[in-house]
Nanobody, 126 residues
Framework: QVQLVESGGGLVQAGGSLRLSCAASTSGRTFSTYAMGWFRQAPGKERDFVAAISWSGGNTYYSDSVKGRFTISRDNAKNMVYLQMNSLKPEDTAAYYC?????????????????WGQGTQVTVSS
């Protein structure tokens, strides 16, 4: 079992930056054995993949829409995962969700992640 709590969302102007954090608490297996991901969902739209990171942090994956602007990272000693978001655009406005997966590879779809946080809102004004 994994419990996830996101923080760091807010209102920012276009071109600005935000850093999202996700704190994980686990039982049964350690945090370092989970791949972690960030997804986002705008009103009336599906939940979309943003970024993911392997259990060791050695491999990262990004959607084309955020590649080069967002950076996912993790600190296994602190049970934390982060999403640094730079050069934000109004189209980045969404609720952002942290998620955990037990898969070793191929984790980019909603169905790959059985554990989810409650989300944090990011609003980018033009």
């Amino acid at each position: 079992q994994v419990q996830l709590v996101e923080s760091g969302g807010g209102l920012v102007q276009a071109g600005g930056s935000l850093r999202l954090s996700c704190a994980a608490s686990t039982s049964g297996r350690t945090f370092s054995t989970y791949a972690m991901g960030w997804f986002r969902q705008a009103p009336g739209k599906e939940r979309d993949f943003v970024a993911a990171i392997s259990w060791s942090g050695g491999n990262t994956y990004y959607s084309d829409s955020v590649k080069g602007r967002f950076t996912i990272s993790r600190d296994n000693a602190k049970n934390m995962v982060y999403l640094q978001m730079n050069s934000l655009k109004p189209e980045d406005t969404a609720a952002y969700y942290c998620a955990a997966s037990t898969l070793l590879t191929g984790f980019s779809a909603v169905v790959d992640f059985p554990y989810w946080g409650q989300g944090t809102q990011v609003t980018v004004s033009s």
